[in-house]
Nanobody, 115 residues
Framework: QVQLVESGGGLVQAEGSLRLSCAAS????????VGWYRQAPGKQRELVAA???????NYADSVKGRFTISRDNAKNTAYLQMNSLKPEDTAVYYC?????????WGQGTQVTVSS
């Protein structure tokens, strides 16, 4: 089964940047679309960015122009470059397939943006 490990979160001031990584252990990483999701306390998990196996990207309106999703199929890794961070970006960030598979949810990585 596929296992996903997120890393790169932390504390950052508003207007700062972070780069998240998603390392996949499965053998089909290069064949599926990947999404980055986030969940803030008391909120539903939401898709913030996705990238297809062919490299086509889509973004939530709230992050468009600030976040960039990418993937390196040779490394079985997806990335989320987050620039111009805002306090409302504070959440636990997860990667998964797009659409997500319930069994793939991992621990996520905490992103906290201070004002």
């Amino acid at each position: 089964q596929v296992q996903l490990v997120e890393s790169g979160g932390g504390l950052v001031q508003a207007e700062g940047s972070l780069r998240l990584s998603c390392a996949a252990s499965g053998s089909i990483f290069s064949l599926v679309a990947v999404g980055w999701y986030r969940q803030a306390p008391g909120k539903q998990r939401e898709l913030v960015a996705a990238i297809t196996s062919g490299g086509k990207t889509n973004y939530a309106d709230s992050v468009k122009g600030r976040f960039t999703i990418s993937r390196d199929n040779a490394k079985n890794t997806a990335y989320l470059q987050m620039n111009s961070l805002k306090p409302e970006d504070t959440a636990v960030y997860y990667c998964n397939a797009d659409p997500p598979a319930q069994r793939y949810w991992g621990q996520g990585t905490q992103v906290t943006v201070s004002s």
